[in-house]
């Protein structure tokens, strides 16, 4: 059974903002980017760092060598800011940000390349606006 939270009128709640709410014992991040709202609950599942006050980026995505674009058609990215593991904000699942130490390696143009999965999930919430109400449900 879930619960339904009101988190703010939808007037007090503008774009590239975000409320740490507190429902039944847990804090969850609202998050409005654009016109988009996505709930994440404010734990990292890597290692329980305060995943809700990590910075947000739209997905940059590339069809060929040298040209770079912003997909803001899929859900951004949430970065965790202890470890820097990045959260995909509709679905929850991480992606991992790699080695951190620099090294260099042979380089080989293969199809089919592009985010490797990581092993955790983060915990995400449905969220939409009713009445010129933002509300959350979890």
Known sequence: MSTRFVVARLEDFPPETRRIVRVGGREIGVFRVGERFFAVRNRCPHQGGPLCIG??????????PGSVRLDRDRAPLLVC????WQYDMESGQSYAPGDPHVRSYRVSVEPGAGLEQGPYVAETFPVRVEENYVVLEA
């Open 55 to 64: 910075r947000v980026f739209p997905r940059i995505v590339s069809d060929e």
């Open 81 to 84: 800011p202890w470890h820097g």
